[in-house]
């Protein structure tokens, strides 16, 4: 499963995104003839056991919490090392504290190249075993859950680690009607693009991966992230980028055009077509680079480049047609990925009655911070794009209702979430956050009026996470809207900075050479009732049937996730779009709407399955078995799908698509206008 959650400046606080510029961060002289990596290093260990929230020391404790979880990033299901190999590394159990501290990364590299070497036996092995019979008769299984396996002892317990895992995938390809020799010709492919790849990895791509263990290591969400790993970050809270405007994706060592970006040069130029394959690329007037077999990262580092510069592609069709296109680098606006909004009826949806229900859609909360700095106009903000949407709404004739959706949000701005909040309340409070002295700072929401005054719903799941959870505990804890959706969300109560580890920080250092980034947890948000998110999330008040729900998705199920707890409530006002009979009215509603739904049955009836499968440690690798598991998790996988398209939608995506989830949310909301007009009327008698 890919289902996860976000986790994803100068003076300005983010949940998860900020840049904090520090220029006497340490006293101690940091610079010296050392190579690069190893004053990254130092900065990195510096800056984690300085800033985190925690105020947790670099110790022995956190040296054996390292070793653990960057071997466990190497090799989660222990296919690869041998019981020998991490014995072997326990003497770095508490010496990797000292070592970072000094600059000193040599064990990070110690383990990658070890692992490299296994990894070249394993699939050695592998490739032996493929083209080997299987007998599918046989009542035998797989374990899966390498928490619960042991390191093997010898080479003899690894092999048939191999043997059964060979299996499994060889059964699972030809029960999807693949015949045996295709089958096998795809394993010898997949495994040695997998080799290649993971060879072909950078010492600085092993670098941020150690890093990220060490941040692990205080909370889940805070990681190291390398230059390019920065630059992506940007691009995603910008919604902007410079290149040709096309989606890639990886297919069988090739690199496929999967999309065309409205408005990008690509589609001006109208020559690169979907399913195209990037054979080559070319700067300018250069020599072509193969890019074959070449990471999907690094390809898309090739292809992106300054504004106005050109890009030279080879491309590969099916025909077997080869083609050169040349295309001119523009700032291409992520159209997708940005706040729509549309107006709905009942009848849309197959519902009678009346009504116009607004609905907004805010994949993330993202801000361009340096646009905002630099005092553009236009700089892309959640806040101006939910305003224009409203604005739009009262043109269009108003609506009688506003469904917010925030499900898959995985948060962003804190500034953001703030200001959308106020576009639906008048002012006040809007989220508390502790800071690393213990001092609480409210954080208002400073401008008078509200945007929007009528009835609101927010829809949230388990993926709404860190500033999607701020919006919706403001407007519940306001009593401005109900929550719909999941029966809690994320729980991810912290807030992140994005600190630049860079020579610029420190004066003590000429250097200006770009070390990448840290995004560290410096502080805790709370709602203005007191309560943490963290943990627990926003629970809704009408709940849903979802399969997301019942996955271990959110805080409470990750590795040294912070603990719930309390501060004093924030002064607010509690508005009367809320009250305890409205909310028992819409439950008992829609609960009997559900029970009468044969699709919500169905879901139903996926999630008896789906927690009946999730408690399994192995899989069967008995064909007849295996079939009839693979019935089962048949639910799980729509809703990776789900969430796969959700990742790589388009334009196009509807803004509501027509399914009985959304159905149903157009129900509550309708029927919660018509509440809520009916006790304004028994109000005015």
């Given amino acids: 499963m890919k289902l996860h959650a976000p986790s994803r400046t100068v003076g300005v606080l983010s949940v998860g995104v900020v840049f904090l ?3 006497t961060l340490f006293a101690q002289n940091i610079g010296g003839a050392q190579s690069s990596e190893a004053t990254t290093v130092k900065l990195v260990a510096n800056m984690i056991s300085q800033y985190h929230i925690s105020q947790k020391p670099l110790d022995d404790r956190i040296s054996a919490m390292i070793l653990q979880r960057f071997i466990k990033e190497l090799d989660p299901q222990k296919m690869y090392f041998l019981k020998a190999d991490i014995d072997g590394f326990a003497r770095y159990r508490d010496q990797l504290d000292n070592l970072l501290r000094s600059g000193d990364a040599a064990f990070a590299h110690e383990a990658w190249n070890l692992y490299l070497r296994r990894l070249d036996e394993r699939v050695t092995v592998a490739n032996r075993m493929i083209d080997e019979p299987h007998d599918y008769s046989l009542d035998e299984s797989m374990q899966v859950d390498g928490e619960q396996m042991s390191w093997s002892v010898d080479q003899k317990e690894l092999n048939d680690r191999w043997r059964k895992r060979i299996k499994y995938e060889l059964l699972s390809l030809q029960l999807d009607k ?19 790849n993971e060879h072909d990895t950078e010492d600085g791509e092993v670098l941020e991966r150690f890093l990220t263990s060490v941040a692990h290591c205080y909370d889940p969400h805070s990681s190291y992230m390398s230059p390019q790993t920065l630059e992506d970050f940007q691009i995603q809270m910008k919604l902007s980028l410079e290149g040709i405007g096309a989606a890639l994706r990886s297919e069988d060592g090739m690199t496929v055009v999967a999309q065309i970006v409205p408005g990008g040069a690509a589609e001006k130029d109208g020559r690169l077509k979907v399913g195209d394959k990037i054979v080559a690329v070319g700067q300018e007037d250069g020599d072509f680079q193969d890019v074959v077999e070449m990471r999907l990262n690094r390809v898309v580092r090739l292809i992106r480049g300054k504004l106005g510069t050109k890009v030279r592609l080879r491309i590969l069709r099916d025909a077997g047609e080869t083609v050169s296109i040349e295309l001119t680098r523009q700032t291409i606006e992520l159209h997708s990925s940005e706040v729509k909004g549309k ?6 949806f197959g519902l009678s009655g009346k009504g116009r229900v607004g609905v907004i859609n805010i994949p993330s909360f993202y801000r361009d911070f340096s646009g905002a700095q630099q005092g553009k106009d236009d700089f892309k903000s959640t806040a101006r794009d939910v305003s224009k949407v409203l604005g739009n709404f009262a043109k269009e004739g108003g609506v009688d209702a506003i469904i917010i959706d925030l499900r898959m949000n995985g948060g962003g701005a804190l500034s953001e979430a703030i200001e959308v909040t106020g576009l639906f309340i008048d002012k006040g409070p809007v989220v508390q956050v502790k800071e690393q002295n213990g001092n609480i700072k409210s954080h208002d929401d400073e401008e008078d009026g509200a945007e929007y005054l009528g009835p609101l719903m927010v829809v949230c799941n388990r993926l709404s ?5 701020i919006f919706a505990a403001a407007i519940k804890d306001y009593g401005r809207g109900i929550v719909v959706g999941d029966t809690t969300t994320h729980g991810k109560g912290t807030v992140q900075n994005v600190m630049p580890v860079s020579n610029q ?3 003590l250092l000429p250097s200006s050479k770009d070390r ?14 007191g309560d943490s998110t963290q943990n627990r999330g926003v629970e809704s008040d009408v709940v849903l049937p979802s399969l997301i729900d019942h996955m271990d998705l959110g805080e409470s199920f990750m590795d040294n996730a912070l603990a719930f707890d309390r501060v004093q409530p ?8 809320v009250t305890p009979e409205i909310v028992s009215v819409l439950k008992t509603d829609s609960e009997k709407r559900v029970a009468a739904d044969p699709k919500f049955q169905q879901t139903l009836k996926d999630i008896d399955r789906y927690l009946a499968r999730k408690s399994r440690k192995s899989v069967s690798l008995n064909e007849e078995t295996l079939r009839k598991e693979r019935e089962e998790d048949k639910a799980a996988k729509e809703v990776e799908k789900e969430e796969e398209e959700f990742e790589t939608k388009s334009d196009k995506t509807p803004v509501l698509a027509k399914t009985e989830y959304n159905t149903e949310l157009m129900a509550i909301a309708v029927e919660y206008a018509g509440l809520l007009k009916a006790q304004k009327t028994a109000a005015n008698r």
């Fill in 178 to 196: 693949t015949e045996l020799a295709e089958a096998r010709k795809r394993l010898h492919k997949r495994y040695e693009t997998f080799r290649r």
């Fill in 343 to 348: 107006i709905f009826q009942p009848a849309d």
């Fill in 516 to 529: 990448g980034a840290l995004k560290l947890t410096i502080n805790q948000f709370y709602r203005v009732n």
């Fill in 570 to 577: 924030a002064r607010h006002q509690y508005l009367k779009y």
């Fill in 505 to 507: 920080m420190f004066k």
């Fill in 21 to 23: 510029v520090a220029t």
């Fill in 465 to 469: 996470a860190s500033a999607s959870e």
